[in-house]
């Protein structure tokens, strides 16, 4: 079975850091561009930044650039998000999501999510 | 910067009717455009992709259609189970959800 885990989400004060960690599991992880998508408290869905299979490539959303990057783990099979620099707007459920091999871009496994809540 | 708008906000409709949900871009994406399920307090589930492929497991009655800037997703034949808010998102310029649309039943 296809399983996404994410973990390390937090309470963090404005201007602190935070790593979350995506465990994955029951595909070649090493085939799949890998992506970090958030939901904040009541609102929709913003992709936030993906990384290439092979970790060589990333890319990110413009309100987060800077202040995120994202890194993987082939060995281990896992994904990271590394977060500097703290904002309320911050606030939101972090997703781990599979991009497909059928149509890059598009997020075709979702972890259950992680809560990062920003505030003083 | 591609935009993404859905309508309507808010749709209700009894089981076993069959609903229409838009997705507009503010240009083409082609037929770059996915639709996604979500339920309250789960992830989200891909349904669609390159507009009118259903993803693995997704029921017929959920079908795609569009290219360009003007998409549909259709429910034929509501369930209960179909409660949900159902996002479109483009891959054709990076990636960008449109702001959902939910479903009452």
């Known amino acids: 079975e296809v399983q996404l885990v994410e973990s390390g989400g937090d309470f963090v004060q404005p201007g602190g850091s935070l790593r979350l960690s995506c465990a994955t599991s029951?595909?070649?992880?090493?085939?799949?561009?890998m992506n970090w998508v958030r939901q904040a408290p009541g609102q929709g869905l913003e992709w936030v930044l993906n990384i290439s299979s092979s970790g060589t490539s990333m890319n990110s959303a413009d309100s987060v650039k800077g202040r995120f990057t994202i890194s993987r783990d082939n060995a281990q099979k896992s994904l990271y998000l590394h977060m500097n620099n703290l904002r309320g707007e911050d606030t939101a459920i972090y997703y781990c999501?599979?991009?497909?091999?059928?149509?890059?871009?598009?997020?075709?496994?979702w972890g259950q999510g992680t809560m990062v809540t920003v505030s003083s | 910067e591609i935009v993404m708008t859905q309508s309507p906000a808010t749709l209700s409709a009894s089981p076993g009717e069959g609903v229409t949900l838009s997705c507009r871009a503010s240009?083409?994406?082609?037929?770059?455009l996915a639709w996604y399920q979500q339920k309250p307090g789960q992830a989200p589930r891909l349904l669609i992709y390159g507009a009118s492929m259903r993803a693995t497991g997704i029921p017929a009655r959920f079908s795609g259609s569009g290219s360009g800037t003007e998409f549909t997703l259709t429910i034929s034949s509501l369930q209960s189970e179909d409660s949900a808010i159902y996002y479109c998102?483009?891959?054709?310029?990076?990636?960008?959800f449109g702001q959902g649309t939910k479903v009452e039943i």
């Open positions: 029951g595909f070649p992880f090493t085939e799949y561009e």
């Open positions: 998102q483009q891959y054709s310029s990076w990636r960008r």
């Open positions: 999501t599979r991009s497909s091999l059928m149509a890059g871009g598009v997020f075709d496994v």
């Open positions: 240009q083409s994406v082609y037929s770059n």
